[in-house]
């Protein structure tokens, strides 16, 4: 950039501070044409030139006079080349009060009298002085609430025999021709005529939507319409219909997602139903998948443990974790008779042989329920006719769930832990209670105690 000469540097000063920015920057333009306006003002910065702010007597008088009661449009003409933001400015150091916004007391009476059931027409005439917004302002600011409601313009509405359905309605004339036809035709034919220009769909204007079955529509949405575009969403007089949704979602689960025994239903999940545009349907089953199957296949007797997508809160409720425990004992062990099958309970239900086996749920339940304290007490409670004793069992679980050897071991751990208050750690296996304390006197006290019991 080419240094200022002098006299460039002497116009800006003799110009520059005395013109406001429009007139300014259109004879800057003209005096130093070679100049852009932004690199002016950072030249006069440069020099310490600033814009002159001055204010003549004759000025502050007249603005002292205008500024209280004049409109901010008149007072900026008034003022040609400042701005409004100087002449507040000036204002504030003269602690000059725009009274066109003060309200006087009468004025809040009034405005407190008839603002709530007023209209905006009448509140402009009893308060001339104040526009409708500055009332709402103020309204706003004390507090009242506005009843008045502005009445409704009543229509006229004619009544004759609509063109296509025969039947006396309120009809509409909105067509150029004038051709008379009732709102609910009016709507059909519009739908007609958007199916068929965008999917290339033709609707028959007394089934509409019937026209196709259930399926179809489904097909429309998976695989794509006449045109090869895609439908969004089935449409809603379909999906209000629940056998409508029952035959499409029997269709897909047989046909397209070839589940069709029991083996394979079984592992259905939620993605089955993503992959296949299905999901709009499932939330009539309250977004259950167990809910839809027991509703579609009630046949095949599906229990809900036994899907591969469980849920989560599926053992929050007792009653599942008992039948589940009866549906084991029945179809996973094969055991008809429970009463034969007494000897082997208390070898098979215990945390390391159901893991053996593979069973989890069991020990989960068992451990993070709490519904029962240990095998024991759910057997004798599901099976009371069974009279098992806690002896029977090998494995003993205590109250914050730690696996012992014997009824005996439990005893004294919880004695030692509840009723001493120490803390201790039983190691499960072939060693013994007694191992695990290292003080000499506890040992003597683990002693009196198991003696005791």
């Known amino acids: 950039m080419k240094k200022f000469t002098q006299e460039e540097i002497d116009i800006i000063k003799e110009y520059y501070p005395t013109l406001s920015k429009e007139e300014s920057k259109a004879t800057m333009s003209i005096l130093l044409p070679n100049r852009s306006y932004s690199v002016i003002i950072s030249k006069a910065k440069e020099l310490g030139i600033r814009k002159s702010f001055w204010w003549s007597e004759d000025d502050i ?16 003409t008034y003022f040609n080349g400042r701005t409004y933001k100087e002449i507040q ?9 725009r009274e066109i916004y003060y309200w006087s007391l009468d004025e809040v009476d009034i405005l407190e009298k008839h603002y709530p059931n007023s209209s905006k027409e009448e509140l402009e005439k009893l308060l001339p002085r104040h526009t409708f917004i500055e009332m709402r302002s103020k309204a706003n600011k004390l507090k009242i609430m506005r009843i008045y409601k502005k009445p409704k313009k009543t229509k006229t509405l004619k009544i004759t025999i609509c063109k296509y359905c025969g039947k006396e309605r309120l009809l509409k004339s909105e067509f150029k021709n004038r051709t008379k036809i009732c ?3 009016w709507k059909k034919l519009n739908n007609i005529d958007s199916y068929r220009n965008k999917y290339g769909i033709e609707l028959n204007f007394d089934k509409m939507y019937n026209t196709y079955s259930s399926i179809d529509w489904w097909k429309f ?15 809603y007089e379909i999906l209000s219909s629940k056998t409508m949704i029952d035959n499409v979602l029997k269709y897909v689960i047989m046909n397209e997602m ?3 025994n029991r083996n394979k239903i079984l592992n259905i999940v939620l993605n089955d139903f993503k992959k296949y545009r299905l999901n709009g349907m499932l939330y009539k089953f309250h977004k259950s998948i167990y809910e839809l199957i027991i509703y579609l296949f009630p046949e095949y007797n599906i229990k ?9 809160n599926c053992w929050d409720i007792k009653e599942n974790a008992d039948d589940y425990l009866k549906w084991f004992i029945k179809e996973k062990l094969d055991v008809d008779n429970i009463i034969d099958f007494k000897s082997e309970i208390p070898k098979i239900f215990t945390i390391s042989e159901l893991r053996r086996i593979n069973e989890h749920i069991l020990n989960h339940i068992i451990h993070t329920k709490n519904y029962y304290n240990s095998y024991y007490e759910w057997f004798n409670t599901l099976f009371p006719e069974l009279k ?3 002896n029977d069992f090998k494995e003993h679980i205590s109250k914050d769930g730690k696996r012992l050897n014997s009824l005996e071991e439990l005893k004294v751990y919880e004695t030692i832990k509840y009723n001493l208050g120490i803390n201790i750690t039983p190691t499960y296996g072939k060693t013994n209670i007694i191992h695990i304390i290292m003080n000499k006197k506890m040992k003597i006290m683990y002693q009196i105690l198991l003696l005791k019991n």
Do not use: H
């Not at 008088?61 to 900026?76: F, Q, R, S, V």
């Not at 045109?227 to 969403?233: L, T, V």
């Open 388 to 390: 098992l004793s806690p």
């Open 183 to 185: 709102k609910e035709c």
């Open 304 to 312: 809900q443990w036994e899907l591969s997508a469980t849920i989560d």
């Open 89 to 97: 400015t000036m204002a504030n150091r003269l602690k000059l009060r």
């Open 221 to 235: 949405t998976y695989y794509g319409t006449p045109n090869g575009n895609k439908i969004k969403q089935v449409p």
């Open 61 to 76: 008088k007249k603005l002292k006079e205008l500024y209280p009661i004049t409109d901010k449009d008149k007072i900026i």
């Open 258 to 260: 070839c589940f069709d």
